[in-house]
T-cell receptor, first 113, second 109 residues
């Protein structure tokens, strides 16, 4: 079975642009979470979606938004990119929302110039 | 102040040594995860704990809910164990994870 997949694997953008990152969860998983990992630091929680509804949000500005589709795949959108948005963006899926093992995708490495 | 603190930040061990990585947290949690991240970013979930102890191969994870502390032990360490080990807690509200900054482990042959 395929694991969590993310696209693209790498992305280069300039300040002010917007970006859309995509995540496909493991088949049967209904929850998707997004994390930002800046180089040298642990991941920071951005969003959690379950059954197409936002169930959790971390301390990120409104430039960050996400959605989950009927097939449980998800998009993370970031508007008005800043240099500090350069990071590895990780997606993780789990069967359910609470107390479930999360399975991580390989991440999308975003570089903002 | 971080909600999740790990120690040590960096650890170098000789092959075969017993290794302990510690995680302390300051928030109410419903579960704690130990994750392994290899160079390049791939993350693998090792354990999910809400109480007691779990063992998988040479890895052992324990948690003390009262003391808000968890440990990850690696017995008979091997160079392929070299990675960053991250502790993550799920808040007892059930909708947010906090991550530690990770412990970078290098096992020398």
């Amino acid at each position: 079975d395929a694991g969590v997949t993310q696209s693209p694997t790498h992305l280069i953008k300039t300040r002010g642009q917007h970006v859309t990152l995509r995540c496909s969860p493991i088949s049967g998983h209904k929850s998707v979470s997004w994390y930002q990992q800046v180089l040298g630091q642990g991941p920071q929680f951005i969003f959690q979606y379950y059954e197409k509804e936002e169930r959790g949000r971390g301390n990120f500005p409104d430039r960050f938004s996400a959605r989950q589709f009927p097939n449980y795949s998800s998009e993370l959108n970031v508007n008005a990119l800043l240099l500090g948005d350069s990071a590895l963006y990780l997606c993780a899926s789990s069967l359910d929302v609470v107390e479930e093992t999360q399975y991580f995708g390989p991440g999308t490495r975003l570089l903002v110039l | 102040k971080n909600e999740v603190e790990q120690s040590p930040q960096n650890l170098t061990a000789q092959e075969g040594e017993f290794i302990t990585i510690n995680c302390s947290y300051s928030v109410g949690i419903s579960a704690l995860h130990w994750l392994q991240q290899h160079p390049g970013g791939g993350i693998v979930s090792l354990f999910m704990l809400s109480s007691g102890k779990k063992k998988h191969g040479r890895l052992i994870a324990t948690i003390n809910i009262q003391e808000k502390h968890s440990s990850l032990h690696i017995t008979a360490s091997h160079p392929r164990d070299s990675a960053v080990y991250i502790c993550a807690v799920l808040l007892n509200t059930g909708n947010q994870f906090y991550f530690g900054t990770g412990t970078s482990l290098t096992v020398i042959p």
